[in-house]
């Protein structure tokens, strides 16, 4: 502006009002430019300054608050893999009250999310390692009840229920969050409609998607150690290390293909779903088919082919686990928490002391057998029935869309107020504006 002295500096805010009145934010590389000189020594002090460390920092706060929740939800499955572990590591002669509960109590069960099952995988070999130590099997309850108390403790203290109630959480980010987020009221959150959801056949094929891909993590992930130990002969130490890698592969493959699944454009939203399901479904049971035909003295063999079958269901986050939000919307709450209902049941029918009473390898060979054919069937369902594009009973009513709030606290900017093109774009500003330092921006 004409009026600025060459050598003021004026550090102006990313909140400015255009010519109509309307409150805007900068872009980001706007943003940037005009609030960082490098010729300015009190502006390079300010970014490495506590405070200006601690903005950048609060960036981060929602993923570090994702970290911690899965562990806290990791230390609960660990009771049952250390659970199953103690089994492993009892022997059968110990003539104790416990033995005949621990030997029929594998009925077990917990709701839990199927994300996070990658960062449980160091419970399997730091268990194993619990159980051949001086300590003995007992340390495993009391070690893992104490990482439970720690992560409870941690989880307390940094969760809130939405993130405009984090005081870590800026009212921008807070803004930039709620950007094309369906938010509803506590009046029409209150009537959820279950009929019209029960009614959905895409919703079901998500369910029955989901008990088939928990039919083979349950028996992989609870189940492994046996199997390794039993039929194929493993020591207890070695067990717990091989059933951990088969499970982290799966994480890493989980981790890879949502990333894919969300820049592969080629194909329809339901194309995607599908195919990234029956990659999933038909590859681990192809690979499961050859496991079975594959002799049980060839321990590395077995130990590949178990491996990779688990792996291949990582590219579930392309498909049922996907399919869900993008069906359900803003009742995805309901859907996504009948899936990890999946979980439990399957955890009821999936001690196969019918099908493997003596944990020999011609009796695993059936378990694989049964595991391959779920997971056909299931995978049939799903392609047939999935969607990609949200139920009609997600849209909004010109009633309840009057009604829609996005939240009234101050520390997030009302969405009428809010261009979400300005985030991501370097549209010039306006000479016109209120902001001083509008004019003198490069472009």
């Not at 688990?310 to 993008?326: H, Q, S």
């Not at 869309?401 to 009428?416: G, T, V, Y």
């Amino acid at each position: 502006m004409t009026g600025l002295e060459p050598e003021q500096k004026i550090i102006p805010d990313p909140k400015f009002d255009d010519q109509n009145g309307r409150t805007r934010f900068a872009s980001r590389h706007q943003s940037h430019r005009a609030m960082t000189d490098p010729e300015d020594p009190q502006s390079a002090a300010n970014k490495w300054s506590i405070k200006g460390c601690l903005g950048r920092a609060r960036t981060w706060t929602r993923f570090l608050l994702v970290g911690i929740t899965l562990l806290c939800l990791t230390s609960t499955w660990s009771n049952i893999l250390a659970f199953n572990f103690v089994m492993v590591c009892t022997q059968t002669t110990d003539e104790t009250p416990s033995v005949s509960t621990i030997g029929n109590g594998n009925d077990t069960d917990i709701i839990l999310p199927p994300q996070i099952n990658g960062p449980s995988k160091p419970v399997h070999f730091s268990t194993s390692a619990l159980c051949e130590s001086s300590l003995g099997w007992p340390s495993v309850f009391y070690g893992h009840a104490i990482i439970c108390a720690i992560f409870f403790v941690a989880f307390a203290l940094l969760y809130r229920n939405t993130p405009e109630k984090h005081p870590l959480v800026t009212r921008r980010e807070s803004t930039k969050i709620s950007i094309n987020k369906a938010r509803i009221s506590k009046k029409d959150a209150k009537s959820i409609p279950y009929m019209a959801i029960l009614k959905t056949p895409a919703v079901w094929a998500v369910w029955i998607a989901s008990l088939g891909n928990f039919i083979c993590v349950n028996t992989v992930f609870l189940y492994s150690p046996s199997y390794f130990h039993a039929a194929l002969g493993m020591a207890v130490a070695e067990s717990g290390l091989s059933s951990a890698l088969p499970a982290f592969l799966e994480f890493l493959l989980k981790i890879t293909c949502g990333f894919v699944s969300d820049k592969l454009h080629c194909i329809s939203e339901t194309n995607r779903l599908r195919f990234f399901n029956s990659v999933a479904y038909f590859g681990s049971s192809v690979v499961l088919a050859i496991l079975c035909f594959t002799p049980a003295t060839n321990q590395m063999l077995c130990f590949t082919l178990l491996s990779i079958a688990t792996a291949l269901l990582g590219f579930t986050t392309g498909g049922f686990f996907k399919a869900g939000p993008i069906v359900a919307r803003q009742y995805s709450p309901f859907v996504t928490g009948n899936v990890s209902l999946g979980l439990t049941l399957t955890m009821i029918f999936v001690p196969f002391n019918g099908l493997a009473p003596q944990d020999t390898p011609e009796q695993w060979q059936k378990v694989f057998w049964f595991m391959t054919a779920s997971l056909i069937a299931t995978n049939i369902i799903f392609c047939l029935f999935c969607s990609g594009e949200p139920a009609e009973w997600t849209k909004e009513t010109p009633t309840n869309s009057k009604r829609r709030i996005l939240n009234n606290s101050s520390r997030i900017a009302p969405i009428s107020e809010i261009n979400p093109t300005d985030f991501y774009c370097d549209r010039p500003i306006d000479a016109t504006t209120t902001n001083p330092r509008a004019s003198t921006l490069p472009y």
